[in-house]
């Protein structure tokens, strides 16, 4: 009893970072990737590959501005295609960098220190592709600014009963505190890249963005204020965003959206497919750049338990959106239900429910766990699965509407998929000149962990 005692506490103060580790180590480690001259080579592979997905955006986009979007698979019953699913599974995305950074700072989490930085960065390029499909989606995308309550002669104004108004305000709010917040915690970095750069122009450059930082009492006073306000601002946008986005489908009376389950099943689904993506990109990151003593298996684990615990609350709203169709007594709804497990779909739903909910029940499995292989094959896994479930709720529910004259099906065309594998080319692509100019972990946060390390030694 006494051993099996002491190796449970021992497991439960496991290292956040591995020990051996000074001010100096963690200092150079992080921002020789940054200030290095030599470019890797499996950077510069990855750089290519996703600035070639990106011109491939570019050029989808060129030829939908030319053309219209009657070159997307839209038809009359689905008049939301790729454009409103991508959108979803993007800001979903995003959402686990603000988790990860805000809630977890104000709850005192300090596994979080080693992975907020990059997640951060995600969630910023992640809502910049989701912000890509609305605009595109409008068809006149110059005209973006008809959403926007200001003075005009025309009269026109935004309805502001409309929840894709609600979109246009809760997207633009939640990127710009995400902006700001991701700015903040890298001042102090920035300062330390400035003093350690050897090059003019990185020393001016940095210096400029470090806003004259030297780590004095004061500086340091006003950055923690400000990081707890931004933290307490971003923490309800975690819940609101996706919240909102819900509303589109929510406030609708097709059957299939009209829940009162979507608003937390969305926000629970974001935090879900946020993670998973968080896990499928530090895997590689602290591969390549040997970062495993920063980015511990005890980082992995606990964002794999994350996941689980969101996929659960996915799977809840999977069973009681069937449950409602079949306890309400409407039979569309009955029918909208029997159409996404038997009609012409049912490969994509049940290909969903392998993905989402049977797939992330191995990290139960020990094995699983403590496999970093296992665990980024489970997150691929999830991405999928919520990519799907996006499709699903979006196509499933219009496609078979009220009148059955209408119904047609939907398949993107070769320009939708175009357009949303650009989009990947476009996140990547940021993703990439983030690691090459930025340092991806937090430097004087990491440092902190030596202070806390030494006094519990």
């Known amino acids: 009893m006494a051993d099996s005692k002491s190796k449970k506490s021992k497991f439960e103060k496991a290292p956040i970072i591995e020990p051996g580790h000074t001010y100096g180590s963690i200092t150079d480690k992080i921002s020789s990737i940054v200030l290095t001259k030599k470019i890797r080579k499996s950077w510069l592979i990855g750089f290519s590959f996703s600035f070639m997905l990106l011109m491939v955006f570019l050029g989808s986009t060129g030829y939908l ?15 939301w295609g790729f454009a409103i699913i991508n959108f ?40 910049a592709a989701a912000g890509m499909f609305p605009l ?8 973006f600014y008809w959403l926007m309550p200001y003075p005009n002669t025309m009269a026109l104004w935004p309805q502001f009963r409309s929840p894709l108004v609600w979109d246009v305000f809760a997207v633009s709010t939640y990127a710009l505190v995400s902006l700001l917040f991701w700015y903040v915690g890298l001042v102090p970095d920035f300062a330390t890249l400035r003093d350690r750069a050897k090059n ?61 389950i979507f608003p937390p099943y969305f926000v629970a689904g974001a935090v879900y497919a946020g993670f998973a993506m968080v896990l499928t990109l530090s895997i590689p990151l602290r591969k390549v750049y040997g970062l495993e003593d920063f980015i511990t298996m005890r ?9 689980l615990a969101t996929g659960l609350i996915v799977a809840y709203g999977y069973m009681i959106e069937a449950f409602t169709a079949w306890y309400s007594g409407a039979e569309y709804e009955e029918y909208m239900i029997l159409n996404r497990m038997t009609g012409p779909y049912k490969h994509l739903y049940w290909a969903l429910i392998l993905c989402n909910v049977i797939a992330p029940q191995f990290i139960w499995i020990s094995k699983v766990q403590n496999s970093v292989i296992g665990l980024f094959i489970v997150a691929m896994f999830v991405n ?32 939708d998929w175009a357009t949303y594998i650009g989009t990947m080319g476009l996140f990547l692509t940021l993703l990439f000149v983030f690691i090459r100019l930025v340092p991806a972990i937090s430097i004087f946060e990491m440092r902190t962990l030596v202070t806390d390390s030494e006094k519990e030694s």
């Open 384 to 415: 999928v699965g919520m990519w799907l479930e996006r499709f699903v709720i979006v196509v499933t529910s219009l496609h078979r509407d009220f009148l059955p004259s209408s119904w047609d099906m939907y398949s993107g065309t070769i320009w």
């Open 88 to 127: 979803v599974w993007w800001i979903g995305i995003g959402h686990a960098g603000t988790l990860i950074s805000a809630i977890l700072l104000l709850l005192r989490q300090d596994w979080r220190t080693s992975i907020n930085r990059f997640a951060e960065a995600m969630t910023l390029f992640a809502v």
């Open 299 to 307: 980082h992995l684990k606990n964002m794999a338990k994350v996941m």
């Open 200 to 260: 003019r122009t990185a020393q001016i450059i940095y210096g400029t963005l470090a806003m004259g930082w030297r780590g004095s009492a004061v500086h340091w006073h006003r950055y923690e204020t400000a990081y707890l306000l931004l933290a307490g601002l971003a923490t309800p946008l975690v819940i609101s965003v996706h919240t909102v986005v819900s509303f589109d489908f929510a406030m609708g009376i097709t059957p299939g959206w009209h829940a009162t």
């Open 65 to 79: 501005l030319m053309k219209g979007t009657g070159i997307w698979g839209l038809n009359v019953p689905v008049s």
């Open 136 to 143: 595109l989606h409008m068809g006149r995308p110059w005209l």
